[in-house]
């Protein structure tokens, strides 16, 4: 069977990166009529898809995919990406189950599935999703930022501070979570710490409105 070389994949990922998805779609495309079994031309394809809201093309190509291999857990991650995209979130987590019942310390769909339970207001389910990940990748600050979101749904402040203050330890200038400190602490009445958090946040990414309105 004929394998695709390295060069033309990472040629793929860069139209990708530079979110030329139409040259992208032509190229894979082409690529197919040549290696029609590899996984990768499928999965960047259903991804492209994806980018461009796409979404039943994207499903049916990812499936594509299912088709050569079917215990491809990155795969059941997309196409649970993809139903995340369209708010179709029960759908979402079945696939995400999916994935991580073919690879089971799959961080990124421990946290997609995390992210899923959230929308539908499962919070504890969520936190137990997030800690799966967390366990998995504890250097990662947008997983503690996500743990911590959902403690402060909660009410469980303490915790979502130590949630908080745990990214910056992995990356100090983690906007989201300086900012979501800033509103920790306007909570707990500490308005002259709330400021200094959301003025190192909004120094980083200027456009928080959550930094405005709390």
């Known amino acids: 069977m004929k394998k695709i070389n390295k ?23 082409k690529l197919l009529k040549t290696f029609p079994d590899e996984e990768f031309l499928y999965n960047i394809l259903g991804i492209s898809f994806v980018e461009r809201k796409k979404f039943d093309e994207a499903i049916s190509t990812f499936k594509k995919t299912l088709s050569i291999n079917p215990n491809n857990a990155e795969i059941f991650c997309n196409i649970g990406n993809t139903y995340f995209a369209q708010r ?3 759908q979402s987590i079945k696939n995400y189950q999916k994935s991580l019942s073919i690879k089971p310390d799959y961080a990124e769909a421990h946290n997609n599935l995390g992210n899923a339970y959230k929308e539908l207001g499962k919070l504890e389910e969520a936190v137990n999703s ?8 504890p250097d990662f600050p947008s997983l ?16 979502a ?6 990214a910056l330890s992995y990356n100090p200038d983690h ?15 500490e308005f002259e710490k709330s400021s200094q958090y959301y003025e190192k946040a909004i120094k980083i990414k200027p456009n928080f409105a959550e930094a405005c309105n709390n």
Do not use: C, M
Not at 15 to 21: E, G, H, N, P, R
Not at 130 to 137: H, P, Q, R, T
């Open 7 to 29: 060069q033309t994949i990472q040629t793929l990922i860069n139209y990708y990166k530079s979110s030329d998805l139409a040259k992208l779609e032509k190229e894979v495309k």
């Open 88 to 90: 179709k979130f029960s």
């Open 130 to 137: 997030y800690k799966k990940a967390l366990a998995i990748n």
């Open 144 to 159: 503690h930022n996500n743990l911590g979101n959902v403690y402060k749904e909660l009410g469980r402040l303490d915790s």
């Open 161 to 166: 501070l130590d949630s908080y203050q745990e």
């Open 175 to 189: 906007p989201d979570s300086l900012n979501n400190l800033g509103v920790i602490f306007f909570k707990l009445g």
